[in-house]
């Protein structure tokens, strides 16, 4: 049987002793039915990974020891950054929570011109920690130890202005794209890929996708939806030239 795994947020050392809250503490002995003295692993995003043992556990805390640190290897060789196009509720949990199965190593969430979510600053920051807590999870269940980054929203237009260095190859998904993903040539550094939300990128942004270097790429004759687009286009790069081949 797999063992459950844990996202510890902070530094985490052989022979420390980890308190856990109380949603943490109802999870593993309501829902998981574990005891003292059971072991789980744990690791805190920086590439480690540590067996633990329940050295306690309450009504409304739980202790873990951590043993031996160990570091296994799980990420792709392929770095990937996913630019998506804000999307309601349950659609954008989803788009995070595959894209961290499938290897993203950052991820820029972008407000759109047919996007229907709207953020000011400080629920653009409490979507983004929400986010990053279901990559967090999502981490837990597919077994990374480096979570991926989850930026905050920000305006497309404003991020063309500033993007990320060091990428050899940039994609935006466009139905009706005369280019597929089995013409491109293989990265050499980094993939950025664009998806756009539920309404899909106007032409002024794909016009302005073109003036700063992002190709224009086909999945088939279909249009998909946001979701299903952000999935399956992680899911060709990977099985290209990442760890799903």
């Known amino acids: 049987m ?6 510890i947020e902070g530094g985490c050392t052989s022979g420390a002793e980890i308190s856990l809250d109380a949603e943490r503490t109802r999870y593993l002995g309501r829902v998981l039915r574990l005891r003292a003295g059971d072991t789980v692993r744990v690791f805190d995003g920086s590439g480690s990974e540590f067996q633990a ?19 296994p290897v799980r990420e792709s060789s392929l770095k990937i950054h ?12 989803f788009v995070m929570q595959k894209a961290t199965e499938l290897g993203v190593k950052r991820i820029t969430p972008v407000l759109t011109e047919h996007g229907v979510v709207k953020l000011d600053a400080k629920r653009a920051e409490k979507r983004r920690a929400h986010w990053q807590k279901v990559a ?11 979570l991926p980054l989850v930026d905050a929203p920000t ?13 050899d190859t ?32 106007s032409e002024s942004e794909y016009e302005d ?10 999945l088939g004759p279909r249009v998909l939806r946001t979701e299903t687009a952000a999935v399956a286009a992680l899911a060709l790069l990977q099985s290209r030239w990442g760890d799903l081949g």
């Open 2 to 7: 797999r063992q459950t795994r844990l996202y």
């Open 53 to 71: 043992t329940l050295s306690s556990i309450g009504k409304s805390g739980a202790v873990l020891t951590l043993g031996e640190a160990s570091h």
């Open 82 to 93: 996913l630019v998506q196009g804000v999307s309601r509720g349950e659609r954008m949990d």
């Open 136 to 146: 967090a999870s999502a981490s837990e269940q597919c077994g990374r130890v480096r």
């Open 155 to 167: 305006p497309l237009k404003t991020w063309f202005g500033q993007p990320p260095p060091s990428v």
């Open 170 to 201: 940039e994609l935006i998904l466009k139905p009706g794209a005369e280019c597929s993903l089995s013409d491109i040539r293989t990265p050499v550094t980094k993939v950025c890929v664009l998806v756009g939300p539920e309404g899909g990128f």
């Open 209 to 218: 996708a073109a003036i700063v270097g992002f190709q224009p790429v086909s």
